[in-house]
T-cell receptor, first 114, second 114 residues
Framework: AQTVTQSQPEMSVQEAETVTLSCTYD???????LFWYKQPPSRQMILVIR??????QNATENRFSVNFQKAAKSFSLKISDSQLGDTAMYFC???????????FGTGTRLQVTL | GAGVSQSPRYKVAKRGQDVALRCDPI?????LFWYQQALGQGPEFLTY????????KSGLPSDRFFAERPEGSVSTLKIQRTQQEDSAVYLC????????????FGPGTRLTVT
């Protein structure tokens, strides 16, 4: 079974600053995928970034990047130059290579302030 | 439509009533997923369809929950004899295929059982 743990229920960052959200996971599989999703108050779950476990290079999408530490089973999200529109719940999720379902963490509520 | 749509967006049911929640996936997406998201929690997997075949229903919490996708497009999640613990947001997601795990989520239906 897979588990995903997010130990920061809430985080706050000032506009234009950088913030890192933590995530650890546990899986016995060798082939798996990791994701960060953003869920604004509208509830629409939006994919922020994804990482294939077999790739050593950390994924980057514009202001969003991950620090993937496979041995430590850690998958943190760094948001640079934070914007007010980044305010949302952020969920870390995993999926094995052969499974269909995503396993989510409990989320981190990020507030970006002026 | 451009994205996954769900209806209704909000549903209030009295305990014991039956409800039906609808999901319209992105046209051509073969995979469809239902998730349940309790307040303050991450989404939990309920069931998965590939076209009209329900390949995984391991997450359905009880036999009061039933999902179908008879023509491989629109899906309905039915909850019979609703209980207060069924109160949650029900998210639908679709994917063109399993590979890459690019799931597109709908806005969800918030079910409140009184």
């Amino acid at each position: 079974a897979q588990t995903v743990t997010q130990s920061q229920p809430e985080m706050s960052v000032q506009e234009a600053e950088t913030v890192t959200l933590s995530c650890t996971y546990d899986t016995s599989e060798n082939n798996y995928y990791l994701f960060w999703y953003k869920q604004p108050p509208s509830r629409q779950m939006i994919l922020v970034i994804r990482q294939e476990a077999y790739k050593q290079q950390n994924a980057t999408e514009n202001r969003f990047s991950v620090n993937f530490q496979k041995a430590a089973k850690s998958f943190s999200l760094k948001i640079s130059d934070s914007q007010l529109g980044d305010t949302a719940m952020y969920f870390c999720a995993s999926r094995t290579g052969t499974a269909s379902k995503l396993t989510f963490g409990t989320g981190t509520r990020l507030q970006v302030t002026l | 439509g451009a994205g996954v749509s769900q209806s209704p967006r909000y549903k209030v049911a009295k305990r014991g009533q039956d409800v039906a929640l609808r999901c319209d996936p992105i046209s051509g997406h073969v995979s469809l997923f239902w998730y349940q998201q309790a307040l303050g929690q991450g989404p939990e997997f309920l069931t998965y369809f590939q076209n009209e075949a329900q390949l995984d229903k391991s997450g359905l919490p009880s036999d009061r929950f039933f999902a179908e996708r008879p023509e491989g497009s629109v899906s309905t999640l039915k909850i019979q004899r609703t209980q207060q613990e069924d109160s949650a947001v029900y998210l639908c997601a679709s994917s063109l295929a399993l590979a890459g795990g690019l799931y597109y989520f709908g806005p969800g239906t918030r079910l409140t059982v009184t």
